[in-house]
């Protein structure tokens, strides 16, 4: 039987897949997070997501069969990607991008398994409510923005900042369920 492997380090990942009800370990992988000059978010998130099942699934080679999920999620807020804030100053400056206006959530998944290898990417559209200072610090205080991309998590306080939404909640959390559950059935993985 094929033994199915996450490879993040996510806890979110880890509760979303869980909510699939497959078998999974988890394998987190430390893959170099640095796009690549004239590389477009969407590119890199998708190489991010590959990379890290694919260097969890060489990590694997030799053992019984192995399908591998890697994921990553980026924010794109005027056609710049945020990822988890680096301190407090480098926060503010993120949440003042998104506060009052929309921004993008980019999450790739790939699977991994007997040498192919297959991406989904979604694209989700989130409208912020304009943020007060007070907003930005207290939240920054509840210790949940350090380490999400675009230095804030939905599925938390954050979630009474967003005003709309267009596309998966899922995917902005850190997996989208639907297309993670149609990768594994394309490949013949059932739980
Ligand atoms: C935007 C957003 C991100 N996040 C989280 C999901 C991811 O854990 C994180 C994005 O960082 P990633 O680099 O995609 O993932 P990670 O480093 O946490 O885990 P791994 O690479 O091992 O899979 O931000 C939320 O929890 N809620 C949100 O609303």
């Known amino acids: 039987m ?19 009800g497959y ?7 430390d893959i170099e997070e640095i796009p690549r000059p004239e590389e477009t978010p969407a590119d890199y998130v998708q190489r991010l997501a590959r990379e ?4 969890c699934a ?3 080679k030799g053992d019984q069969p192995v399908a591998v999920l890697g994921s990553d999620t ?19 400056q ?26 989904a990417l979604v694209t989700t559209r989130v ?12 939240y920054w205080q509840t210790g949940e923005p350090k380490d999400k991309a675009g230095g804030y998590g939905i599925q938390g306080p954050a979630g009474a900042f967003v005003r709309h939404l267009e596309g998966s909640f899922f995917a902005v959390m850190g997996l989208p369920l639907f297309e993670t559950e149609q990768l594994l059935r394309n490949h013949g993985i059932y739980p």
Request: proline letters at 4%; glycine letters at 4%.
């Open 23 to 29: 078998p999974f370990t988890v394998q987190p992988m």
């Open 127 to 138: 409208w912020f409510r304009t943020l007060s200072d007070e907003d930005i610090l207290r």
């Open 94 to 119: 993120m949440m003042q991008k998104l506060s009052g206006t929309y921004h993008e959530v980019l999450t790739a998944v790939n699977l991994t398994v007997n040498g192919a290898s297959e991406t």
């Open 58 to 60: 060489n990590a694997n």
């Open 2 to 20: 094929t033994q199915l492997i996450l490879a993040s380090a996510s806890p979110r990942r880890q509760e979303l897949l869980g909510l699939l």
């Open 74 to 92: 980026v924010v794109v807020c005027e056609g710049e990607i945020l990822e988890k804030p680096l301190d407090f100053e480098h926060y503010v």
């Open 52 to 55: 890290k099942a694919q260097a």
